[in-house]
């Protein structure tokens, strides 16, 4: 293993912050520190053997990140409505997503006023009416409609009400009048300074590209990190394609601004005779570089890839100005620790878990690649050094695009139940214009757009980002371009991870050690059966799957369900229930008859008609108050799901096989957690 055992303290970290976060129930805080006490207690004891010293450091750091985990979570506890409620609301506006004529506001200090009650909110969204334009740092006050953050759409699906429970963010809801703004006095203080600077330079954007608001979208995206504008059609085309990368701040992003910097600027101070000679012209470049990175890092907002990539830049700019250079691995573990102390929470989401997994397989490869190319004579190609620049250049590409690919392929899928197969193509196309156009002239636009004319450099920018498109949306369209598949347990994500670290981190035998973690989790994703049936939490919609199309008992309601259910089952057309064969459903005002598995479920959508559904079901979905049916049972004991059971537990997933049939609800996915509560 040689000197890799303390690159593996940071996944160890990181792994413990992710099983707090995953366990289904809250551990007690005592009991915890106690096994972190007994796991340091034998590290020390155990550090004279060598066998023992690292593992027990490794089960130290585990410890450590699940202690941490479990500390955030109770200090970063806020306010948070209890139910949906209209009232007054106000607040000062934190950040501002004006990506429409109706802008979306981040509040902090917020009052949420119900007939005279006031309730005080840490952070609150709500989305203003028309016309409406504050600035970061005013005073905001409207009526509006405020609920608490969502649960999960379906059982295992993306938990919004968990990120918000760490951003602190309380309620949210849409305005019911006309915003009162009251402009801030002070606009002072760092933060708001920055986020105000945020905002101007998305806002420029926007002007400049006003006839283009799909590409100022993107452009925003980029450089200001604020997604809001990317409009669906786009943002699937780059997701499809393996493009959806370039949406995300990350190192790409980072490491090309401060990189273009360091060169650039080295190359200039080196210009006058001498200069070289007489000062460390590399150490003042990098120290500028850093700078920059910063500079991008708070504009970008600082979210967990752009932490990282800043971590990473900054270490690597760090050794230049010490002359002493070490594995990127080391590099990506610091990001890592430093990522995963400063919001641990981030552990289990989709961006910091691509982010880290292609940024590890990518350097794992090549300084695998730079040991055997000491070993080996590097063969000579016709024409000399252009064609073999050129030929390094697009395999390097094509390499690193295939090692990105391999390595998020299984994390995308478990996420979004989706991967690109055809993402080596795209990304040939869009690298080379990421490089050299996009990337250079959104650094003159943020020169330019400090003395207000940064305009001709964002249509410059706009012009390479549509080239980027084109190449996402060809590539989208090729067939077989996209691998779908319906939704995994959450241990497949557990198993790739441990996996990849292992096959990345170690040397020798021990890392095909990681190929068990990488099989398993490969069979989860191809083994994951989507359910049958579910059944939203308000019980507006229910939707039964046949095959690769999904039934609703309604397609005028409920559009975002639609939408990710049709993901969550892997990729599945969405018709009306009424136009399901017979020999899936018979349908009429009452409800429902659906026939699967040598199963009958009646869904049923008037009281009148529970009686019939109770003697002719194995299964009975009421989406009302089925109070009858639970105080006095269906004959036979027919198990119901009714409004109760959806509104306590939120939404259901059913699997029917034989005749039997299994249900999960949200609450069951989640456990009995802080932010479930």
Known sequence: MGRRQP????????GGAAIYMTLPSEPGLWPVIAAVLALLVLAIVGWRLERLRWPLLWLLAAGLGFLWCLLRTDWVEAPRLEREQAGEISGIAAWIEAADSRPRLELRSVRFMVRGKVTNLTRARVRLAKGARPKIGDRVRVRAIMRPPPRPVAPGGYDFQRGSYFKQIGAVGFAIGVADVTPARDRGGLRRWVSQARAGFRDQVYVALADKPNI???????????????????????????????????GLHLGLAAGVIF??????????HGAALRMPIHKIAALVAILAAAGYLAMSGTAPPA?????????????????????????????????????????????FQLSFAAATGIVAAYEAQAARRQLETEPRLPGGGLIRSIWRYGSGIAGASLI????????????FQQAPAYGVVANLVAMPLMVF????????????????????MFQAMGYGVELVLAAAYMVQNWDGGVIHAAASPGWVVGAFMAGGVLICALRGWPRWLGLIGVAAAIHGLSVAAPPDILVDEQGRIAAVRDGSTLYFTSTRRGAFEQKA????????????????PASLARCDTAGCVIAADAATIAISLSPQGLGDDCRRADYVIA???????????????TPTLDLFDLQRDGAHALWIKDGAVTTRSVAAARGARPWSQ
Do not use: N
């Not at 690159?7 to 990181?14: G, Y």
């Not at 990105?404 to 996420?415: I, V």
């Not at 156009?437 to 001709?456: V, Y």
């Open 437 to 456: 156009w996009i990337m250079p002239t959104a650094i003159l636009a943020a020169g330019l757009s400090l003395i207000g004319q940064g305009d001709f």
């Open 7 to 14: 690159i593996l303290l940071a996944p160890f970290f990181a």
């Open 404 to 415: 990105a690919t391999a390595a998020t392929a299984p994390l995308a899928l478990a996420h």
């Open 307 to 351: 932490q990282r990539a800043f971590v990473m830049v900054t270490a690597g700019m760090l050794a230049v100005m010490v002359d002493r250079l070490r594995s990127g691995l080391w590099f990506i573990a610091w990001a890592a620790a430093i990522v995963v102390a400063a919001s641990p929470d981030v552990v289990v989401g989709p961006s």
């Open 565 to 580: 259910w049709a993901r969550y089952v892997g990729d599945a057309e969405v018709r009306a229930l009424a136009d399901a």
């Open 216 to 250: 100022a979208g993107i452009i925003a995206a980029l450089t200001v990190g604020d997604r809001a504008g990317v409009v669906d059609d786009d943002r699937d085309a780059l997701r499809a394609s393996g493009l959806a990368h370039l949406l995300a701040i990350s």
């Open 263 to 272: 060169f650039v600027l080295r190359l200039l101070l080196a210009l006058p």
């Open 623 to 637: 989406l009302y108050r089925a109070v009858a049916a639970k105080a006095m049972g269906c004959p036979g004991g």
